[in-house]
């Protein structure tokens, strides 16, 4: 069976939700798997829609590869603020070291 880990999800209004989340995926189809509203991931995953922002801890950033240069220029193109901790969550992609980390997601997609 797939090893799976717990993430915790915080919304744009502060409501935390906490989903298993198995390793491999990446954290989009985590977060549309688990019904959460503010990931919209309207491209599935190509990278190409900019709908699947969300906001990082730096405890998450510091294990994770930067951002490549397509992900980058996708990040110009988010509805809500982009930050320096801005990530699509698409390209993420779900590890044993992210157990109990939060992610927040952002009011628009
Ligand atoms: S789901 Fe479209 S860019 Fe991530």
Redesign the pocket.
């Known amino acids: 069976m797939a090893k799976e880990i717990t993430l915790h999800f915080i919304t744009s209004a502060d409501e935390t939700l906490t989903v298993d989340a198995v390793v491999g995926d990446s954290v989009?189809e985590t977060a549309v798997k688990n019904d959460i509203d503010e990931i919209v991931?309207?491209?599935?995953?190509?990278?190409?829609?900019?709908?699947?922002h969300v906001y990082l801890e730096d405890s998450t950033i510091a294990i994770l590869p930067e951002a490549d240069d397509s992900e980058l220029d996708?990040l110009e193109g988010v509805a809500s603020e982009r930050k320096e901790n801005s990530r699509?969550?698409?390209?993420i992609i779900v590890s044993e070291e992210m157990e109990g980390h939060t992610i927040r997601t952002p009011q628009d997609q």
Not at 88 to 91: E, K
């Open positions: 989009m991931a309207e491209c599935g995953g190509s990278l190409i829609c900019s709908t699947c996708m699509l969550s698409c390209q």
